[in-house]
């Protein structure tokens, strides 16, 4: 199974948003409320920022909000400030009860 | 509040067994309110989900496409941990391993992580 599709790199301006795309499958992101999204900093394990498509973890921030339409789903940033500048993986639950993780975005805040 | 500590070699011989443990703290490896996960990164493949165990009445094991020839996933409830086994490595299973918990309310977020080990594959 092919990973979920994500831009491999994204950017905006301090104060902006910006929207991350995952693509997947009928039998991924289309079949599942299980899609997660993880912020990875270098050296740092991963931080879990949305699960269950559009739910936050207690303790991050409300700039971060999650969507999904049919087979995509997608991270929201607004706001964006220069500590929002990592890598953001999605990850969607499967038909096959496995996990499977999009491929990452490098946001860059400039 | 639930920890995840990483155990296990840095460095593994092509052809041989990658093993790896993770002890927990603050939670229980057989309740049936979480799922016990290995990730690994790569600069290449980014992260990869591995596979998990779970106790649902008995132990069961959901493993990647890509590994599942090669990969055994084991809980110890007796201490407190579960552990990987990846057999035939080769240079490109060299990566940072993670161990993660999938509590049932996250319906498979993976919301805490061990501090990762990184396992180079070489001779």
């Known amino acids: 199974q092919s990973a979920l599709i994500q831009p491999a790199s994204a950017s905006g301006s301090p104060g902006q948003s910006i929207t991350i795309s995952c693509s997947g499958t009928n039998s991924d992101v289309g079949d599942s409320n299980s899609v997660s999204w993880y912020q990875v900093n270098p050296g740092k394990a991963p931080k879990l920022m949305i699960f269950n498509v559009i739910n936050r973890p207690s303790g991050v921030s409300n700039r971060f909000a999650g969507s999904k339409s049919g087979n995509t789903a997608s991270l929201i940033i607004s706001s964006l400030q220069s500590e929002d500048e990592a890598e953001y993986y999605c990850c969607s639950f499967t038909s096959r009860s496995t996990l499977i993780f999009g491929g990452g975005t490098k946001l860059t805040v400039l | 509040q639930v920890q995840l500590q990483q155990s296990g070699p840095g460095l593994v011989k092509p052809s041989q067994t990658l093993s790896l443990t993770c002890a927990i703290s603050g939670d229980s490896v057989s309740d049936n309110t979480a799922a016990w996960n290995w990730v690994r990164q790569s600069p290449s493949r980014g992260l990869e989900w591995l596979g998990r165990t779970y106790y649902r009445s008995k132990w069961k094991t959901d493993y990647a496409a890509s590994v599942n020839s090669r990969i055994i996933i084991n809980a110890d409830a007796s201490k407190n941990q579960f552990s990987l086994q990846l057999n035939s490595v080769t240079p490109e299973d060299t990566a940072v391993y993670y161990c993660?918990?999938?509590?049932?309310?996250?319906?498979?977020?993976?919301?805490?992580w061990g501090q990762g080990t990184m396992v180079t594959v070489s001779s």
């Open positions: 993660a918990r999938d509590p049932v309310w996250a319906h498979s977020a993976l919301d805490v």
